[in-house]
């Protein structure tokens, strides 16, 4: 029996620096790009949590991760938004890396969010004065500007939707759960306050 209690002792302290091993390491990996999301989070005027939930959204922050649609990276960014933000920003040099090798120059985490973060800064033009922008910016960057503006299109004269109504008229069921998660993980880690 003793040596029955010293082994179960033993299998618990092991169970337990196991559990903490993989806390403390799910912590470093959700949180390895931090600086990174918050540099350019700053210069899009932008809410670092907002970036930091889509991409745990997006790729759990796996840099490597390349999408159906030929997105990739960290935020899932597109050749072609890609494209469009060198030549908008005359970056010469990523225009001709994107030439060569799209997949590898957005493979990169600090360029993959610096383009993402300019595609989030730029849908969000047309939704900042809007009540709960973050929902119509969130379903844009999923499934695309006009079908955003197509669900939260309102008759003349009558208020914006709230939210709650602008996620129910998402038709597109991934994207309508997309938005859910990512809304849900950002109000969750701004009330947390967890940095």
Known sequence: MPVFRRFAFAALILIALLAAGLYFFNRYWVHR???LI??????YRLDPDL??????????F??????DAGEVGLMQVTPVVAREWAAETGMRAFEEQMRRDPEGALRAPERNIQVGCWYLEKIAKDYRDTPGWEARVVAA????????????RVAPGQRPLTTAEFIARIDIPSTRSYVTNV????RKKKASGEQ
């Open 33 to 35: 790009y931090d600086a």
């Open 38 to 43: 918050a540099r350019q989070a700053a210069v």
């Open 51 to 60: 970036v930091w939930s889509i991409i745990y959204e997006e790729t759990y």
């Open 62 to 67: 796996r840099p490597w991760k390349k999408g």
């Open 141 to 152: 960057y999923n499934a695309g500007p006009s079908r955003a503006a197509d669900w939260n």
């Open 183 to 186: 809304l849900g993980r950002y």
